[in-house]
């Protein structure tokens, strides 16, 4: 049997759909984010990253390295094993606590991704309630669809963002033991979701709400709780699940909420029991993350006043940037293959990388750059970006908008 011949079509297919992903090699340089270091096939060269997901640069903080640093110093490396096994390393034990207070609920549970939080926190979650119909949002992120997925349960799929469409389907359900799952940012768009309306119908409707903050945690909210937080529904939504490794800048992942539901799931769930734990010097460092977040709001306001100059840079420029409510900065190209090439050449004659955002991670025709400013992108970087693009863009044939509608 030439089992070969299967992977190697496997890769013919991506190729010919033009959706065959390839990975610039970086290393960041701590202390000088977003500066990194591209290994190319030409030798080493430095170049400016404008797509990280660590928003607000925590990946260096000092005091989040210091405490990762001091941790493994400590007490090693590794977790040694599963908690079944191994059991909690302290650590762990005072991370949940944190994250319990920052979403001010009764208890949080640890996984080592967001991916597993969602995959096994929503699986699990689901089959503990009998004949529960999950409801959503269209745009979720695949970890939570594959969380719906392996619940096993039925679910319907609403409109994104449409809660007179989730309200349909709810009222046609009604007395059935209901699910909703949506994120509060959507990172592709930038979009973000009617949390306070969610809430009324579930409670209209006696539904749990399980909600994504993952590219929101660390970023809204007074203390960096997420939009919940900002919006003062945190205590209407039942689980609330985030990340540790974007505004936090480390690993893993978690869900929070009432006691016996977290304590349920930590009882059940396979991506949790089966898999060896975070290790205590990652935990360490989530936690002077959230900390100094929860009461250093510089990163936010500095973030947030970088997306908006860069978002205002481009549109004045010409540069088609997609609407987003929040720091995510989309740019339309609408082809995958000029989005590669934008890509490409950005980082190849301009030293800025921006990785494309093809299908299936947005719909076919709507491929395009995605920018995360982050508040170490000063003016220079952010005209600088502006004018590579421009140049991008004009060699290549992409369309620009008129600049003087543009900066309306
Ligand atoms: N949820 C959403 C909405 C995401 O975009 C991602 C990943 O980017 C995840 C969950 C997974 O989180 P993590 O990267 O911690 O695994």
Redesign the pocket.
């Known amino acids: 049997m030439d089992y070969s011949h299967f992977f190697d079509k496997a890769l013919d297919r991506l190729h010919d759909e033009r959706r065959y992903r390839v990975f610039a090699d970086l290393e960041r340089i701590a202390g000088r984010y977003p500066h990194a270091v591209w290994h190319s096939p030409k030798g080493e060269r430095n170049v400016v990253m404008w797509c990280s997901?660590d928003y607000l640069g925590m990946g260096q903080h000092p005091k989040v390295v210091g405490a990762m640093v001091e941790t493994a110093t400590r007490t090693g490396t590794g977790a040694g094993g599963t908690r079944n096994i191994a059991g909690n390393n302290h650590a762990l034990i005072q991370l949940e606590a944190e994250l319990a207070d920052l979403h001010g609920k009764e208890a949080a549970l640890v996984f080592t991704?967001?991916?597993v939080s969602?995959q096994t926190g929503i699986s699990t979650l689901a089959k503990l309630i009998p004949n529960c119909l999950i409801l959503s949002d269209a745009l979720n992120?695949n970890?939570m669809i594959e969380g719906i997925r392996q619940s096993g349960c039925e679910r319907i799929v609403f409109r994104h963002n449409d809660t007179a469409h989730l309200e349909e389907i709810m009222r046609a359900h009604r007395g059935r033991p209901m699910l909703v799952a949506c994120?509060s940012l959507y990172?592709m768009d930038g979009d973000i979701a009617p949390l306070a309306k969610i809430c009324d119908l579930a409670e209209r409707y006696g539904a749990m709400t399980y909600v994504?903050e993952?590219?929101a945690v660390g970023m809204y909210g007074p203390r960096g709780g997420g939009i919940a937080e900002r919006d003062g529904v945190m205590h209407r939504i039942d689980l609330l699940e985030g990340?540790l490794?974007k505004s936090f800048g480390c690993l893993g992942?978690y869900i929070a909420g009432k006691a016996n539901v977290i304590d349920a799931i930590r009882s059940h769930a396979p991506g949790f029991i089966f898999t060896t734990a975070l290790p205590p010097a990652v935990c360490s460092a989530a936690i002077a993350a959230i900390r100094h977040l929860k009461t250093s709001s510089w990163e936010r306001e500095r973030q947030q006043d970088r997306a908006a100059r860069v978002k205002a840079i481009l549109i004045a420029a010409g540069i088609p940037v997609m609407s987003s409510d929040t720091h995510i900065v989309p740019v339309f190209v609408g082809d995958p293959e000029l989005c590669k090439k934008a890509s490409d050449l950005l980082l190849e004659e301009h030293g800025i990388y921006i990785q494309p955002i093809n299908y299936p991670t947005v719909p076919k025709g709507t491929e395009r750059l995605r920018i995360t400013p982050t508040p170490f992108h000063d003016d220079g970087l952010i005209d600088q970006l502006a004018n590579s693009m421009l140049l991008v863009w004009e060699r290549l044939g992409l369309q620009l908008n008129a600049k003087s509608l543009a900066a309306e």
């Open positions: 997901n991704s967001g991916y969602n992120h970890s994120e990172s994504d993952v590219h990340t490794a992942g």
